[in-house]
C-alpha cells in the first residue's frame, strides 16, 4: 500500500507507511503500542524490511507531531484521500497555498485578514505583515479612489477589475483582482482573488511592439530614430528608399549627413525643442540624398520617452513631396503664364489703342495742319507770305516727325539693336533719372556686351526696366545702383534700391501682380534666374543669365541696323 505525505506548504511526499497508519484517525491512536521489536520467531530479512518500514512510519509520525505535516494522502481501497490532521479548515488553506493565483480574503472595509503566500510572493511583501494591512495601501494614490468603488460594489455582487499593486520597491504590478463576499463570524468578508498581468501585460506590450515594427518595416515614410546626440540609431525601409543609404551606412552617422549645407542648423534647434518634449509638426524642408540630390521632404519630428517620460531620442517621420512640389510648381507656372498671355493679349489691345490715339491725336493733328497750311500757300499770292507759310509747316513737319519717332523708340528700342545692351540701358536710365528724379548709380564695368546673343540683351534690357519702374512706382527710393559682373559662364546684373522694400515671398505666389512674375519669365527663358531679397531698408535684385559660348556671338558680326 502506497502513502504519500502531504506538506504543508502543498507539496506532497511520498513514503510508505504501515498500512494502520492510513486508517482513520481513531485507528492511528493504536499505532504507538503496534510499534516495537518484531517477534523473535521473525526471518532476518523479513526483519530488516520490517525494520526499515518501521524507520519510516517513525519518521513520518515525527513529522505529524512536529507540525511539518498538515495532512496524508492515504491511497487505499477506496482510492487516493487527503486526511487533514487539524480539522476541516486546513485542507482548503492547503489549496489555497498552492494556488498559482494570489488569494486573500478582506474584512469589508479592506482590511486583510489573511493571504497566501503567492500573494504576499507578487508584491514583494513578507505574508504576516501583509496581515492586517488596509488593501488600500497597496495601490496609488491615484487609484485608491476607483479601489473604494470597487470594494463598497464587492458587497452587492461579484466584481473585477484590474489595477496596479504597489510592491515594497515601490514599483508597480498590474493585476486582476475579483472580490466576491462570503459570510463570515461578524456579518460577511470579501474574498480576493489576484492574478498577475505582468506576463499577459508584457505580451501585449511584445504584440503592439511587432505590430509597430511590422508599420515601420512596411512604411514608405522615412521613419528615422536617433539619439538625443543627434546620430541615427534605427533606419527604415522607407529611408533607405528616400535618402539612399543602406541601414547599415546611415546607422550611427550623425543626423547632419542629411542636412544640404545650407540647412546645416536646422537639426540643433529642432532637437532643443525635443530635448524639452515637444514635437515638430510636419512642415517642408530639404534634405540631401545620398547621390547628393537635394529633395523636398516634409518632416515631422517627436521625441521618444520612456514610460518614466525621460527623453531620450527623437523620431523623424518624413516623406518625399518633390513629385508633389514640382506637380504643384508647375500647375503654378501654367496658372501664370496663363494668365500672362491673357495680359499679354490685353496689353496688346491697350497699346493699339494708344498708337491709335498718339497718331490720331499728335501726329493726326500736325498733318492735318499741314495740309490745311498748304492750302493756304496754294492761295498765297505774295512771296513773303509762302516763305513764311513755308517756315511754318517745315517746323510742324519736324514736330511731327518727332512723335512718329518717339512712338517708335517706345515700341521697340531701335538703341539695343544699333548700339546694344550697354548704350540702350544708359540711354533708358539718364531718361529714367530726369522723368523720376531718382539717382542711378550704373556700374558697366567697361563691359562689352557685343557678342551676347540679341535674345539676352533684349531680356536683360526688359527686366532693368520692370525693375526700375518698381522702383519708381512702389519703393520711395532716393537712389538705385546698377551692376554689371560678367564671368566666362555668365552674366549677372544687380538692382539695389534703398526704398521700403517688399514682403518679395508673398509677392511671389500672388497671381494679380505680374512685373514680378514677366521678370522671371524672362530670366527662365534665358535658362537664368532672378532672386529677391528685401527688407525694410531696400531691395535687392540679382538676375543671372548663363552664357553659353557656343551661342556668342562672333564680336566682328556686323548688327542688323
Ligand atoms: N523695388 C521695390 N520696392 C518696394 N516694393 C516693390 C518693389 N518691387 C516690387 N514691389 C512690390 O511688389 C509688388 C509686385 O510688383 P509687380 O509684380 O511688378 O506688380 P505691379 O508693379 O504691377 O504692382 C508691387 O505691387 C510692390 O508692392
Ligand atoms: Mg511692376
Redesign the pocket.
Known sequence: MANKRTRSDGRVLPGRLPGKVAAPRSARRNLRPSLGEPPPSTRPDQQSKILARLRAAEETLRAIQSGEVDALMVSGRRGDQVVSLKGGELAYRMLVEAMSEGAATLSRNGVLLYCNRRFAELICRPQEKLIGMAVQSLVTKTERSRLEVFLADAQKAVVKSEFNLLRRDKRLVPVNLSLNRFPGRKGYALSMVITDLTEQKRRHVEDTRLQLAAIVESSQDAIIGKSLDAKIVSWNPGAEEIYGYTPEEAIGQPISILLPPERADEWPAIMERVRRGQKVEHYETKRLRKDGTVIDVSLAVSPIKTAEGETVGASAVSRDITDRKQAAEIKQAQAMRQLLLERVLTAQEEERRRIARELHDESGQLLTSVLVGLRTLEDSRKLSDVKAQGNRLREITAQALDEIGRLARGLHPTVLDDHGLGVAVSRYVSEYTKTHNIAVDLKLNELNFDDLPSAIQMGLYRIVQ??L???A?????KTVSIKFTRSATALEVA?I?D??????KA?AV?S????????KERAAMLGGTVT?L?RRR??K?LVRAPLAKQELKHPAEPRNT
Open positions: 520692370e525693375a519702374t518698381n522702383v512706382r512702389h519703393s520711395g527710393a538692382i534700391d526704398g521700403c522694400g517688399f514682403d518679395a509677392v500672388s494679380h501682380r505680374l512685373g514680378i512674375q514677366s521678370m529677391f528685401s531696400g531691395t535684385i
